[in-house]
């Protein structure tokens, strides 16, 4: 007779003969994640969302299905209205240093030349999020401790007009102010620090070295 694609035959031990023939594992199958989504709220450190859809269900004990939504940190500077948001409604988005060499590049091309600046900073919280991430495009945020000096670099396209300041710098801020930072791509790593110094000439230590986004 036929052969019935039961998988609780593998455990009782009376599949048919040709059970693993006429009944293949199949693992799940995905699409390609979507186009990201815009950023949840406007004026605020949040999220974006990406989404995925199921092909294919596994099938006779094939690999589970992944995850079908992804977040990732973000900001919007403009509201739904299109006026500019506030400064001081919004954390500093900081990334990896590294990210700057492949932005200069861009900025070269694009026909901008202003180098920009740094801004020295003493941080001196940070939630425990920035050393539980895990994927290796966070492990930049395993160099955020309390304490440490840190360079952040402003430079195109996060230069915003008229002034040319990179939002949430600390331009204005009082001295030894506290300020709000957020990392960008994990959003449970976050903190404050004070801003020290501002610099016309970049020239960051590269493990402690950031860039505002």
């Not at 700057?100 to 590049?105: E, Y």
């Not at 840190?150 to 396209?157: D, G, K």
């Not at 331009?171 to 990392?183: F, K, M, V």
């Amino acid at each position: 007779g036929p052969c019935y694609c039961d998988q609780e035959c593998v455990r009782t031990l009376d599949c048919c003969h040709d059970y693993a023939r006429a009944c293949p594992v199949m693992p799940c199958v995905v699409s390609q994640w979507s186009a990201w989504s815009g950023c949840a709220e406007p004026c605020k450190t949040t999220y974006r969302v990406r989404m995925r859809h199921i092909i294919q269900e596994p099938r006779n004990g094939g690999e589970a299905c992944p995850a079908l939504e992804e977040r990732a940190g973000c900001v919007e500077y403009w509201t739904r209205q299109g006026t500019e948001c506030q400064q001081s409604l919004i954390p500093a988005l900081i990334t990896t240093g590294g990210f700057g060499k492949a932005r200069k590049r861009r900025a070269a091309a694009d026909g901008h030349e202003r180098a920009g600046y740094c801004v020295e900073f003493q941080l001196v919280a940070l939630a425990p999020g920035c050393l539980q991430s895990q994927p290796p495009h966070s492990r930049w945020m395993w160099h955020l401790r309390e304490g440490h000096m840190v360079c952040v670099e402003c430079q195109h396209p996060a230069l915003h007009p008229p002034r040319q300041l990179c939002l949430g710098d600390g331009t204005g801020s009082q001295q030894n102010q506290l300020l709000h930072w957020q990392a960008v791509g994990n959003h449970r790593c976050k903190g404050t620090w004070r801003r020290i110094r501002q610099l016309d000439s970049c020239s960051c230590s590269p493990v402690h070295s950031f860039l505002f986004i």
